[in-house]
C-alpha cells in the first residue's frame, strides 16, 4: 500500500515550536505518528535544545511518598483498587511520614510529593480530613520545601484548607480527556468533579500538574485533545506515564504500550509547553528508563523513594527501591552522563515563586477584564 502523503514536514513543525507557536491539533498528531528512527531523534533533539533554553542543564528532583494504599476506588488500571486483594496495603503513621520526607529533604530532593489512594479513613472518618491537613503542614514545616498533594478528588472546603497552610501543588491526573475512556478507565468517578477540582486548585493559587496514560485504548486525536485541556488549564507540570498491567485488576492482560510512544508523547509535550515542568517517572521502567525520557525532553525527576521504609510505587510498586537505586544519589550518575545536573534547592524556589507570581497576574488581568 502507497505511504500516506503528510501535508506537514518534520522541519517545518518543528521550527514553528522552537519559534514559540503553538502547534495545531493536526501537527501533534503528526508528530505523535512519527516512525522513522531519524524523525523521532530529530524530534527528540529538537525537545532538549528547548529544555536547555528554558532550564539549562539542571534538572528538578521529586521524593514520593505514597503514605496510604488503601482507596475506595475501582480504577480498572490500577493495583490499588478498592476491590483487589493481590497488592500491599499500608497506611503510614504521622511520624513515619514526616522521618521519612526528612530523610527525602536531607538526600537533596526540590520537592515532597505526598500521595495516597483515596483512602477511607481520611475519608469517611470523623475528622478525617483534618488530620490530613494537619499532616500536610507537618511535612511542609519540618522539610521547608515544596509540597505537592496527590489526595484523589477532595471536598472543596479541604482544598481550600490546604491552600490556606501554603502547600504548592495539587496533583490530579484525568489520565485521558477522552469521556468515553475516563467512564471504562475510572469508573463511577465524575469527569467533570475531577477537572472542576483542579481549576478550584488554580483558583486558590495552587500550581497544577495535570497527566495521563499511554497505551490504555487512547487514540492520536485523544492525545492531542488532553494537550489542548492541558493548555486550557494552564497546568505548570504536564506528565505523561505508559501504562503497566496491574496484577489482579480488569486491565491485567492488556499489554503495556511500546516505550518509544511514551517517549515521543515527552517530547512533543516539550514542543508545546517549552518551558514547563515534564516529569521523567522512575515508576515506570526504573532508573533504567531515566535516561531516555531525559533525552525526549523531561526535567523533573519523579517518584524518588528511600530504600528499606516498606513505601511502594504507583505502576512498579517496588522496582529499584529497595536496591537504593530510586534516590538522588542513584540518579545523579544518570544525570551526569548526559551533561545534566541536580539543580539546588533554590533554583526550584525561584521557578515557583516565579510561576506563582505570573498566575497572580493573570488573575489579576482576567479580573480587570471582567
Ligand atoms: S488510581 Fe488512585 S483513585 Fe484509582 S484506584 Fe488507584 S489509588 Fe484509587
Known amino acids: 500500500m502507497a505511504k500516506a502523503i503528510s501535508p506537514f514536514k518534520l522541519e517545518e513543525v518543528l521550527k514553528k515550536a522552537c519559534d514559540r507557536h503553538h502547534l495545531s491539533k493536526e501537527e501533534i498528531i503528526f508528530l505523535l505518528g512519527l516512525k522513522e528512527e531519524e524523525e523521532i531523534n530529530q524530534l527528540f533533539h529538537r525537545a532538549q535544545s528547548l529544555r536547555r533554553r528554558y532550564f539549562g542543564d539542571k534538572i528538578f528532583l521529586y521524593g514520593f511518598i505514597y503514605f496510604s494504599t488503601y482507596c475506595r476506588n475501582q480504577c480498572t488500571f490500577c493495583i490499588y483498587r478498592a476491590p483487589n486483594r493481590l497488592c500491599q496495603r499500608y497506611r503510614k503513621n504521622e511520624s513515619e511520614i514526616i522521618e521519612i520526607a526528612r530523610g527525602l529533604a536531607e538526600s537533596g530532593v526540590h520537592l515532597i510529593d505526598l500521595t495516597m489512594g483515596e483512602d477511607p479513613f481520611y475519608y469517611q472518618q470523623d475528622n478525617g480530613f483534618k488530620s490530613l491537613v494537619e499532616l500536610i503542614g507537618k511535612v511542609k514545616e519540618e522539610t521547608g520545601l515544596p509540597v505537592m498533594v496527590s489526595p484523589g478528588v477532595i471536598p472543596k472546603q479541604v482544598l481550600v484548607a490546604l491552600a490556606d497552610i501554603g502547600i504548592d501543588w495539587y496533583a490530579c491526573y484525568q489520565e485521558t480527556h477522552n469521556r468515553q475512556l475516563f467512564s471504562y478507565l475510572r469508573p463511577n468517578q465524575s469527569y467533570d468533579s475531577r477537572l472542576e477540582e483542579k481549576y478550584l486548585a488554580r483558583e486558590l493559587g495552587l500550581l497544577v ?142 521557578w515557583i515563586h516565579r510561576v506563582k507570581n505570573g498566575l497572580v497576574k493573570q488573575r489579576i488581568c482576567s479580573g480587570i477584564k471582567k
Open 209 to 350: 500538574e495535570e497527566g495521563i496514560l499511554a497505551g490504555v485504548g487512547e487514540s492520536k486525536i485523544d492525545v492531542a485533545a488532553s494537550m489542548q485541556a492541558m493548555r486550557d488549564l494552564g497546568a505548570p507540570q504536564v506528565r505523561v506515564m505508559s501504562f503497566i498491567p496491574q496484577r489482579g485488576s480488569p486491565m491485567s492482560s492488556w499489554p503495556s504500550p511500546p516505550r518509544i510512544y511514551e517517549m515521543i508523547i515527552i517530547a512533543v509535550l516539550r514542543l508545546s509547553f517549552p518551558d514547563r515542568l515534564i516529569p521523567a517517572s522512575l515508576d515506570i521502567d526504573g532508573v533504567e528508563g531515566l535516561q531516555e525520557r531525559l533525552k525526549a525532553g523531561a526535567n523533573v525527576v519523579t517518584s524518588l523513594i528511600p530504600a528499606h521504609t516498606g513505601l511502594a510505587g504507583v505502576a512498579q510498586a517496588s522496582l529499584d527501591i529497595d536496591g537504593g537505586y530510586r534516590t538522588v544519589k542513584g540518579v545523579l550518575p544518570v544525570l551526569e552522563e548526559l551533561g545534566l545536573r541536580a539543580a539546588k534547592v533554590e533554583d526550584y524556589g525561584h
